[in-house]
Nanobody
Framework: QERLVESGGGSVQAGGSLRLSCTTSGSTASSYTLAWFRRSTEAGREGVAAIDSRSNTKYKASVKGRFTISLDAAKKTLYLQMDNLKPEDTAMYYC??????????????????????WGQGTQVTVSS
């Protein structure tokens, strides 16, 4: 059973930055494909970014160029660096994982039903 724990959320002003972390309990983070999702009342659940163990990445169009997903396999930790934050980025952010499948082989890569394990979330609030 994979256990995921997010941290790093908080409140920032528009244009600011935050870095989210997600620690995993799996035997090796490199055996998984991992992703960040967010949920807000306005947009519902959205896939934000994903990464596989070959370091292939995929991003939601509205965050591309502002957010960076990365994985430190030795620390079993997934990161999401968020720069130039906007009020519309306000949401609860979740990390998710599944047994390794190359992102290119997934039907979407940022769809919630493609992932098996989920963390409890960390809140990000961006004020204008």
């Amino acid at each position: 059973q994979e256990r995921l724990v997010e941290s790093g959320g908080g409140s920032v002003q528009a244009g600011g930055s935050l870095r989210l972390s997600c620690t995993t309990s799996g035997s090796t983070a490199s055996s998984y494909t991992l992703a960040w999702f967010r949920r807000s009342t306005e947009a519902g659940r959205e896939g934000v970014a994903a990464i596989d163990s070959r370091s292939n990445t995929k991003y939601k169009a509205s965050v591309k160029g502002r957010f960076t997903i990365s994985l430190d396999a030795a620390k079993k930790t997934l990161y999401l660096q968020m720069d130039n934050l906007k009020p519309e980025d306000t949401a609860m952010y979740y990390c998710a994982s599944r047994r390794y499948v190359p992102l290119a082989a997934m039907a979407h890569g940022l769809a919630g039903e493609e992932y098996t394990y989920w963390g409890q979330g960390t809140q990000v609030t961006v004020s204008s």
